[in-house]
């Protein structure tokens, strides 16, 4: 209080050590004002970053803590409290030791919260208050929530008042004005904390070097998995009080933390001990015209260290309360490593660790895992989707995780999937350099595609390329079929598909349609080869194809470029007759995917799913003479992903669809069409998982695991209409097409897609 004296007058009573707390090195209050009448409310702080609730069902909590209240409450709204709260953090259950000048006991602040086992551990006949200091300590730290003023930081906390003050030196004047404590009943309040159950002891005391008795005590609670939070001292100097220093010694067990002062704004404040000597250990905290009662139930501003302290005792309940598995090294560690720096970039000598944040406290730190298994949670993304599963939603797979303390957090699983946006296919097709040379001599033909180097050169030699000349040309695509026997054919592929083979082997013709298509997988991938065997029997040609390559998913990391490859293969047989003016083709299809999901790329969180789906496919071409052709394909498709790490699985259905018509000779020598497409396209179905919802921290083991279903179904469906026209023009080729798609991508919120190509091309 006011009048206190800032100067520890430090005497020997036999072996006992006397410390001050209201007043000098101490951690006490510099000062101490009544409050105004009416209570200002602080100005809003930048809203908190929400933590996933730590109970291990996934739960929305009400936001109902941030009340005016919490805003006046400066030292909640500094660490960022909200989190904790809307975490559902309250302090209930932990008992808040508070060794100090006692407590108000007709204070409805503490009502049925001051524990049994509060006592007066200096020889005085009650734990009453009779200086103010030890109650505003104990609100700070765990005063009432009740709509009205201010509340402390673990508001549902028991209080475990030790009363350790000299008797009578609370009421004494003059220079030697101030409560004094004795080590030995320090000591003694250490010890009944530990026994009455504590998690966290609070001292805002401060004085000389302390006794080896008084650090054998606080050795005990650290072993019990105590946290022990000491005031760092008011004299404004470079180093904490001598007292704190117990902090680097191997009493404190990593478990004790000293509490620096900082106003509202972060800065550290004039009066409060710098961390120096202590930096690796000093955290700081709101100590700044605090808000908090007395003795007598007035309430008063109060500065100082040791206003700060209970601070960060109230939040070392909290982070108790929420994750039971915690050891005291382990809660002082989170506050420390988690804290917002300040000061001098790291750890520095005026502020140490930083200031404290909840709001980084209650989030996952370090590595996390889904609990349960080795599958590693990325820290944005848990994978990408394919243009199948367009705007499928990605929500829905509630799980547990554990950071790398063994926090359990609740988390949407599915929320960190990426939506692949719709492809440019288009650009793909125009923007290119390639060359192609076509040689047919017998039974033999070959096709071969070459890509310039980066020097400019393209080469052919009809020979064996020399290593130079394997420098200036590079292959990029060949096709080589061979006719073996009448009825036998036997086809190669690099870089082509195994669609494309067959058709060439079948001597079947497709209209040159840039956008709109339903063949081929359906998402980005790129062939390695293919090969083909043809054999007719009767008025059926029968095709065995086996393709391989690779499905190209695009990176996640904006830093990174290029495409993630993974492998996939691809077997089909098909039949096909000529009946009349109709060219008929059916197809069955087996693809088998490693690590993707027709086309989406899922990490271990979600089971890293490869896939199996098998396809049938419906071509006709329809012949209707003076040059007309009516061609449509229906592409139906099941597929079963295969989950790695967590029981699962699922079936999703796809399809695919076109429609076309063209004409040759509308004009001469000129070529027109027309063609409407579906490309593939999930229809319904998704993944299933079974997952882990309820963890107990008590056997740390999964308690409940829950089967959960990601649709990837989109709601948006992309058609495409394209019309082309080419003819010969100077020599070559020039063809235009015009396309409109339709919710591109099969993404419903996205506009119509429209465009158009001019092409010349020509032989040599």
Same mark, same amino acid.
């Given at each position: ?123 005085? /006949?009650?734990?009453? +208050? ?19 003023? !201010? ?37 003694? =309040? ?61 009493? /404190? ?19 409060? +001990? ?58 002082? +560690? ?25 709001? $980084? ?6 590595? !996390? ?125 690099? $870089? ?90 059916? !197809? /069955? ?21 490869? /896939?199996?789906?098998?396809? =049938? ?66 229809? =319904? ?7 882990? !919802? ?36 100077? =020599? ?33």
């Amino acid at each position: 209080m006011a009048g206190k004296g800032w100067l520890l007058r430090g005497a020997a009573l036999g072996s006992t050590a006397l410390l001050s707390a209201c007043g000098g090195s101490g951690g006490g209050g510099v000062s101490s004002t009544p409050a105004p009448p009416t209570v200002v409310v602080a100005p809003p702080a930048p809203a908190p970053t929400p933590a996933p609730t730590p109970a291990p069902v996934v739960t929305t909590a009400a936001a109902t803590y941030d009340t005016g209240e919490y805003r006046a409450t400066v030292g909640a709204v500094s660490m960022n409290a909200l989190s904790a709260y809307n975490a559902g953090a309250t302090g209930k259950g932990i008992g808040l030791a508070i060794i100090d000048t006692g407590i108000d006991l007709n204070s409805a602040e503490f009502e049925g919260r001051i524990s049994t086992k509060s006592a007066a551990v200096a020889g005085q /006949a009650s734990v009453a +208050d009779e200086d103010g200091h030890g109650t505003a300590v104990a609100f700070i730290a765990a005063g009432r929530r009740n709509g009205a003023h !201010t509340h402390g930081v673990a508001f549902e906390a028991s209080v475990i008042a030790l009363r350790a003050d000299r008797a009578g030196s609370c009421a004494t004047t003059g220079d030697d004005a101030g409560c004094k404590f004795g080590t030995d009943a320090i000591a003694a =309040g250490v010890d009944a904390a530990r026994l009455a159950g504590a998690r966290v002891i609070n001292m805002s005391l401060g004085g000389t070097t302390m006794p080896q008795a008084l650090q054998a005590a606080i050795g005990r609670a650290t072993q019990a998995g105590i946290v022990v939070v000491i005031a760092a001292g008011n004299d404004g100097s470079d180093n904490p009080d001598a007292f704190a220093g117990v902090a680097g010694t191997a009493a /404190a067990n990593r478990s004790v933390i000293i509490a620096g002062s900082v106003g509202t704004t972060d800065g550290i404040s004039t009066f409060s +001990d710098k961390a120096g000597t202590g930096a690796s250990y000093f955290l700081t905290a709101v100590g700044e015209k605090v808000r908090a009662p007395d003795h007598t139930g007035t309430a008063f501003l109060w500065s100082g260290t040791s206003f700060a302290a209970p601070q960060i005792s109230g939040a070392v309940a909290l982070l108790a309360q929420a994750f039971p598995n915690l050891t005291g090294a382990q809660i002082v +560690d989170l506050l420390l490593t988690t804290a917002r720096d300040a000061g001098a970039p790291g750890v520095d000598p005026v502020y140490g660790r930083g200031v404290m944040d909840l709001s $980084r406290a209650f989030q996952p730190v370090g590595g !996390t895992l889904v609990a349960g298994s080795m599958a590693a949670v990325g820290p944005a993304s848990t994978g990408q989707t394919s243009a199948p599963m367009g705007d499928a939603k990605t929500s829905g797979m509630g799980a547990v995780i554990l950071d790398g303390f063994e926090r359990a957090f609740a988390i949407d699983l599915a929320r960190g999937i990426g939506r692949q946006g719709p492809s440019r296919n288009l650009t793909g097709q125009l923007v290119s350099r390639q060359r192609q040379v076509a040689i047919a001599a017998g039974g033999t033909s070959v096709a071969v595609t070459l890509a310039p180097t980066p020097r400019g050169d393209v080469l052919l030699q009809p020979a064996r390329l020399t290593g130079s000349d394997a420098e200036t040309a590079r292959a990029v695509a060949a096709t080589v079929t061979q006719r073996l026997g009448q009825r036998t054919s036997f086809g190669f592929a690099m $870089r082509g598909g195994a669609e494309g083979l067959a058709a060439q082997m079948a001597g079947q013709a497709t209209p040159a349609f840039l956008v709109a298509s339903s063949t081929g997988l359906g998402f980005e991938s790129m062939s390695d080869a293919a090969t083909a065997l043809r054999r007719q029997i009767g008025g059926w040609g029968v095709t065995a194809a086996i393709e391989t390559g690779d499905v190209l998913a695009q990176r996640e990391q904006a830093t990174r470029t290029g495409w993630a490859r993974s492998s996939y293969e691809k077997l089909s047989i098909g039949f096909d007759r000529q009946v009349g003016p109709v060219a008929l083709t059916l !197809t /069955a299809a087996r693809l088998a995917e490693r690590d993707t999901l027709l086309g989406a790329r899922l990490g271990a969180a979600l089971g890293s799913p490869g /896939a199996t789906s098998w396809f =049938g496919d419906v071509t006709a071409r329809f012949d209707a003479g003076h040059g007309w052709t009516i061609g449509g394909t229906m592409k139906q498709g099941w597929t079963s992903p295969q989950v790695r790490g967590f029981a699962g699985g699922g079936l999703i259905r796809s399809n695919a669809w076109s429609f076309d018509i063209g004409k040759d000779g509308v004009f001469g020598e000129d070529s027109w069409g027309l063609r409407l497409a579906q490309p593939l396209r999930v229809s =319904g179905g998704g993944l299933d998982l079974t997952l882990p !919802t309820q963890w107990d921290y008590a056997t740390r083991s999964v308690s409940v695991w829950t089967s959960q279903h990601l649709s990837l179904a989109p709601t948006g469906r992309e058609l495409d209409l394209e019309m082309r026209y080419a003819r010969p023009f100077a =020599g070559g080729v020039i063809q235009t097409n015009l396309f409109w798609r339709r919710e591109p991508g099969n993404w419903a919120s996205l506009p119509a897609d429209r465009g158009a190509a001019l092409r010349w091309s020509k032989g040599f």
